[in-house]
């Protein structure tokens, strides 16, 4: 998947991977997509909810071993 910006949240735990995902977003334009990279498994749950409150679209989550990855659009 295509994106326009790259966080790398690794070694990270919660709440510093989603502080660090809204801080990325506030500086891309609407439409523009964030790939982000966690290893904190409670990341999963979190990114979910974070969508849903903000309303920017999360486009794709994977896992590949211990690693996830998100990718999220701006609104």
Known sequence: M???KELDARGL???LP???TKKALADMITGEVLRVIATDPGSVRDFKAFSKQ???E???HLENSQ???YFIKRK
Do not use: A, M, R
Request: overall charge negative; aromatic content about 12%; charged content about 15%.
């Open 2 to 4: 295509q994106f326009n």
């Open 13 to 15: 735990n919660c709440p």
């Open 18 to 20: 989603i502080l660090k």
């Open 54 to 56: 903000t309303g920017n």
């Open 58 to 60: 999360l486009l794709s």
């Open 67 to 69: 690693e996830y990855e």
